[in-house]
Each structure stands twice: as structure tokens, then as C-alpha cells.
């Protein structure tokens, strides 16, 4: 029979509770990384007919490499480099692509990268895809990064160390300390990658990240997203010149992927705008986070940032409980392995400016109701 074993691989997870579908959007919004809800915001929108109005094209129309450098990709690239305080900006259709290319180019044979364990599947695939062994280390723990380090060196490693990991982490909602992992870097002068994807917006000095005080060093090279907290879609990685002008030119997923639209380019600079000029949106979300502590913490939830993970432990129990949530109004998603480790299954409930305190104690009362 063709396609067997896809067969039986589909049905093997339909048992184990671990089938994926997709699912509409429906509900109250728990579950989006809106957090500033601004993908729908009318100064996008304007900013959105604005740009069209005086010719910016929808698509790139190649590469960027071939014809698709556009005047948008460009000026986005500058001005995120002045908002986000590095040296260079470069431009990616998406964070996931952005990972891949960096940490499958630039790590070369005889270095050593050690990355947190719980980094995005966008970090260990660009790791599988390069040329630098790699190592994982404990999670938030950068005594365990400073060890495997020292380990290579007493071994003979000789090249360059690379320190992977995320600032707020997508699936468990704790922030590194990482000023922590930049004095180990600095220990060893070592090279330290930080993914801000979901601190972008919310997190550091203006929302400028958690790692923004470690922004422009030489040593530092961050990942920030537009598709997250700032509504639009794309990531820069931002860092050295050098990081940038060896990017494009060895970085496969630069290479040869079309352009983004030079349309989203110019929102997103209209985005970045709005992030510096409007602080209240923070604030707010920041008061939201403190509110949900008293809502959702005595149920078992760990609450420190918008990312809010419950974990219940058991797949099917896990994706019962989110049925039942769902099925009272809440988009609330049950996240299973493999995207979290075995045996920690969870709710992720994702706070947004999409909704407000009373909804997040509706919340509470159902989840009592329903948790095993």
C-alpha cells in the first residue's frame, strides 16, 4: 500500500493523544502572540494603503540577491538597526528562517556551540543543517553553559564557543538572565546568540527585548520578530557588520528565498514607530501579567511573563481540558510532545491585549471546574 507507513504513523499518534489539525479561530483570545494586539491596528492599516498608494509593490518579485533588494527591505533593515541599538540589521521572511540561516552559516567545523535545551526547533534545525558540533545544556542554567565550555577547552576545542538561547521562552514563559550568559560568553570569548522572538515589544527598555542592554556589543548577535507582539510578520537578526555581510553571503535561507513583500516591510517600519511612541500598550500588558498572577497562579500555572504554561502532564487529559475550555468560549491550545518533553503536556494561555481582567478570571472559574 502506498504511503503505509504515513499511514500508521498518523494513526499512532491519533492514539497517544499527539495528532496535530488545524483548527479556526474562535474564542476569546488565549492563545495568539498578539500580545500588543496591534496585527489589527487602523495606523497599520493606514500605514499599510500609505505605502501602496506611492507604488510599493505587494512582491518582491526574487531573491535578494537576483532583483527582490528593495527600497522597503533596506530602510526597515536601517531603522530597526537604530530602534533595536546594533550595529546592522538583516532581514528574514520569518523568525524560524532567520535561526536557521544563522546557526547554520556562521558556527563553523572546530567551534562549539552549547544551547540552552529548551531553544525553538528553529535552533536545532539550523544546528542539524550546519557544520559546528553542538551540545545542549541544563535548562536556565548558565553555570551548566560555562562548564560545557570549560569541558571543550580542557579538551582541546580551539575555535570559537556559541551561546544559543531564547530570552523568554515560547512554551514555558521564564526569562533567562541574560546578563548571566553574557558574562559566561565574555569569560570565554565566546559568541552569544539571543532568540527575543517573544520578548520583542513586551520585554526590556521601550520593548526593545530583554538583551537590549547587551545590544551592540560585538560578541552579541539577537533575533527580533515583527510577527509577534508588533502585529506584522518577519525578523531581523541584528548584530555586527561582519555578521550581516557573511549572512548574505553564505546563508541558504537568504540565499535562496524570495525576498519578503516589500509591502510587509513597510508596515512593519510603521510598527516599530508605533512600539517608540506608544508605551501605554506595554504598561498595560505588564498590569494584565500581575492581574493573571492572582487569577491563575493557585491553579497550577506558572505565571511570569504573557506566556502563561499549565501543565497537566498527560496528553489526553491535556487536550480534554482544552476542549472543555475551548468549548466555553476561551481559544486556549493544549500543547503536547514534542514541542514540550514527554509527561509535561500543558494548557499555553497566552495573554494579549485582546483581552482584560474579568475575561482572565472567567478563565480561572472554568479551568477549576475542568483541570484534573
Known sequence: ????????????????????????????DLSSNDYLALSGDARLVTAAEAALARGVALGSGGSRLLRGNDAEHEALEEEAAGFFGCQVALLFGSGYAANTALLSALPQPGDLVVHDALVHASMHDGLRLGRAPYVAAAHGDPQAVDDRIAAWRREGGSGTAWIAIESLYSMDGDLADVGAYQAVAERHDAMLIVDEAHATGVWGEGGRGAAAAWQGQENVITLNTFGKALGCEGAVLCGPALIRDFLVARARPFIFSTAPSPLSAAV???????????????????????????????????????????VIGNDHDTMRVAA?????????????????????????????????????????????EVLP
Not at 514534542?338 to 474579568?358: F, K, S
Open 1 to 28: 500500500m502506498q504511503l503505509a507507513a504515513q499511514h500508521a504513523h498518523l494513526a499512532a499518534l491519533s492514539a497517544a493523544g499527539r495528532l496535530r489539525s488545524l483548527a479556526p479561530r474562535r474564542g476569546i
Open 324 to 368: 472543555a475550555v475551548q468549548a466555553a468560549g476561551f481559544d486556549v491550545r493544549g500543547i503536547r510532545p514534542p514541542t514540550v518533553p514527554a509527561g509535561t503536556a500543558r494548557l499555553r494561555i497566552a495573554l494579549t491585549l485582546h483581552v482584560d481582567e474579568a475575561q482572565i478570571a472567567a478563565l480561572a472559574a472554568v479551568l477549576k
Open 268 to 310: 512593519a517600519r510603521e510598527s516599530l514607530r508605533i512600539l517608540g511612541a506608544d508605551p501605554g500598550r506595554r504598561v498595560q500588558l505588564q498590569a494584565l501579567i500581575l492581574a493573571a498572577r492572582g487569577h491563575l497562579q493557585p491553579l497550577g500555572a506558572r505565571v511570569e511573563s504573557q506566556i502563561v504554561p499549565l
